[in-house]
């Protein structure tokens, strides 16, 4: 019986030191798997109300182009849809004619200027009246600007692109006789744009003291492309609503095309209320509840708050109505692997400021 009772308790202080020793090898592992996290400390922003509308993209400018000389065209060097840049030249006039008359007024203009050089040598020695060389010099100023003239009727010969654009209509071929000042080419203007979309009668006096503005053109692959208001209209459409006109700046690949259709958001500040926002990874759903972490750097641990959620931005933000005071330090990353008062460990790059 006494041995029996020995091999009992031998049996238990096995059993005693075992425990211990998986106690021990619990909290050693529990203390190995302590997470890293990256935590944003959060900040209060105004409140911003965003509409959106479907608008259009439309020229903002169109110019038709026209030779100022006339004459019959004999090289036309651009189709409807090319794109040319400033200065390019785009037709010409057979510049034939116009090369003998400046001939001509360069000779004329030559002799006279030799004549009126003469003259006014023998004014300087008094030997010629000043009524005589007024006269010489009336038909010395008028000689100069016809030959003036000429140069520049010849230079106008060649009809130049006033502005890069795209040929939106030729209304001339090789050959055909013009007038001055006839339009022979269309010219739109597309590296800067208008977007045209109808606002409500409710948001129309606040059109130009918009907090932001942009247009989204999916099919163009461009997203939140400033915009500026250039002109709202006084008078309301047959919708009840007001036309509205936006200027944008295309690309340097002109990738905005004219009738594209645009999403136009606009933020409108509203009266100085302020909002949490959060980034849209430091939230998730625990029973269809929406919750944060929230880090405590005295603790080193985390938090579960519940957050009411009012509006996910377009930033990659999500505006919060309630649920924090929007100071504190949030976890942004591994939000779905960690437990309440978990103890964790912030990454190098994490800025508590």
């Not at 030249?89 to 009126?116: T, W």
């Not at 010969?157 to 055909?176: D, M, V």
């Not at 905005?256 to 849209?280: E, F, T």
């Not at 009012?310 to 504190?328: A, D, R």
Request: aromatic share 8%; proline share 3%; charged share 25%.
């Amino acid at each position: 019986m006494k041995k029996h009772s020995i091999k009992m308790l031998l049996a238990l202080l096995i059993l005693s030191v075992s425990l211990i020793s998986c106690n021990s090898n619990d909290n050693e592992a529990t203390a190995k798997t302590k997470r890293f996290v990256k935590v944003e400390r959060l900040s209060k922003t105004q409140k911003a109300e965003e509409l959106v509308f479907h608008g259009q993209i439309k020229e903002k400018k169109e110019v038709s182009v026209a030779f100022k000389v006339g004459g019959q065209v004999f090289n036309v060097l651009v189709d409807e849809g090319d794109y040319v840049s400033k200065g390019q030249v785009i037709a010409r006039i057979d510049p034939r004619d116009y090369k003998i008359r400046l001939q001509s007024a360069k000779a004329q203009y030559q002799q006279i200027n030799g004549e009126y050089t003469r003259y006014q040598e023998l004014y300087k020695k008094n030997k010629l009246p000043i009524n005589t060389l007024e006269k010489l010099e009336a038909g010395f100023l008028s000689a100069q600007s016809a030959y003036e003239a000429a140069q520049n009727a010849l230079a106008d010969t060649e009809l130049k692109a006033p502005f890069e654009g795209y040929i939106y209509r030729k209304k001339i071929s090789n050959f055909e006789n013009v007038a001055p000042g006839q339009p022979i080419f269309s010219l739109l203007d597309v590296s800067h744009l208008e977007v045209v979309f109808s606002l409500p009668e409710s948001k129309v006096n606040k059109a130009k003291n918009f907090a932001a503005i942009s247009i989204d053109v999916p099919n163009a692959n461009a997203y939140q492309v400033p915009a500026e208001v250039l002109s709202v209209n006084e008078k309301a459409n047959g919708n009840d609503m007001y036309d509205v006109r936006l200027v944008v700046n295309n690309s340097a690949k002109n990738e905005l095309k004219l009738g594209m259709s645009s999403k136009v958001r606009i933020q409108l500040a509203s009266d100085n209320q302020q909002v949490v926002m959060v980034p849209v990874e430091s939230v998730f759903y625990k029973d269809q509840t929406p919750y944060v972490w929230v880090y405590s750097p005295v603790t080193s641990t985390v938090a579960r708050k519940k957050v009411v959620v009012s509006k996910i931005e377009n930033n990659g933000l999500v505006s919060l109505s309630s649920g924090l005071e929007g100071t504190e330090l949030v976890v942004t990353a591994g939000v779905y692997s960690l437990t309440e008062s978990q103890s964790v460990r912030l990454l190098k790059d994490t800025n508590l400021l």
